[in-house]
């Protein structure tokens, strides 16, 4: 089985910072692109962030300049620095992966979703 487990929400002030946390667990041989996405009420579910397993990476525009996502591939996990927050970043942030498990071909996971609030 693999698990990938949010961690970091919360609420936070207009202009306020958080930092996202994802882990992956269970019987993983290797682990290609991680990613963020978000889903705000009423609303479909947007890609925030990627990042590859080089670490290159690409952010929708709503995040350039604000967020960061990197990885520690040793730890297995993802991270979203989220800087100069918005209300209209208020939303369910959810960590996506494509995961090798042994002897099977890439799959995609998903976390449960972690709230971030953003309001005064």
């Known amino acids: 089985q693999v698990q990938l487990v949010e961690s970091g929400g919360g609420l936070v002030q207009p202009g306020g910072s958080l930092r996202l946390s994802c882990a992956a667990s269970g019987n993983i041989a290797s682990i290609n692109v991680m990613a963020w996405y978000r889903q705000a009420p009423g609303k479909q579910r947007e890609l925030v962030a990627v990042?590859?397993?080089?670490?290159?990476?690409n952010y929708a525009d709503s995040a350039k300049g604000r967020f960061t996502i990197s990885r520690d591939n040793a730890k297995k996990m993802v991270y979203l620095q989220m800087n100069s927050l918005k209300p209209e970043d208020t939303a369910v942030y959810y960590c996506?992966?494509?995961?090798?498990?042994?002897?099977?071909?890439?799959?995609?996971?998903w976390g449960q979703g972690t709230q971030v609030t953003v309001s005064s």
């Open positions: 990042i590859t397993s080089g670490g290159s990476t």
């Open positions: 996506n992966a494509e995961i090798e498990r042994p002897l099977l071909k890439p799959s995609d996971y």
